[in-house]
């Protein structure tokens, strides 16, 4: 097994854009240390015999073509809108 040094652990902080005090670096090696081993024993397993399971609960994707119904008109929704202004929803000024 490789050793995770404090600068690798380092440089996964600034990759996921994390601030890690000096304390919390060296607690933070040892668990990625610990994950990597009980990844590495996971790797030892025999799964000769076993079936990949894609979908346990036994959905299947529905395919269906993107197609444009017709609904309500701009007008209607216009009509629906407590304020309009210029054939638009008119809200409060957000600054």
Not at 10 to 24: I, T
Not at 52 to 79: A, C, F, H, M
């Amino acid at each position: 097994m490789s050793a995770i040094s404090n600068s690798d652990v380092q440089r996964l902080a600034d990759l996921s854009g994390l601030q890690l005090a000096d304390g919390e670096v060296d607690g933070l090696r040892q668990d990625v240390e610990k994950i990597v081993e009980y990844i590495n024993q996971l790797g030892e397993l025999d799964t000769s015999g076993v079936e990949p399971t894609y979908q346990v609960t036994g959905l299947e994707n529905v395919w269906r073509e993107d197609e444009v119904k017709p609904g309500i008109s701009r007008d209607e929704l216009l009509e629906l809108a407590p304020e309009k202004q210029n054939n638009q929803v008119k809200v409060p000024q957000v600054l």
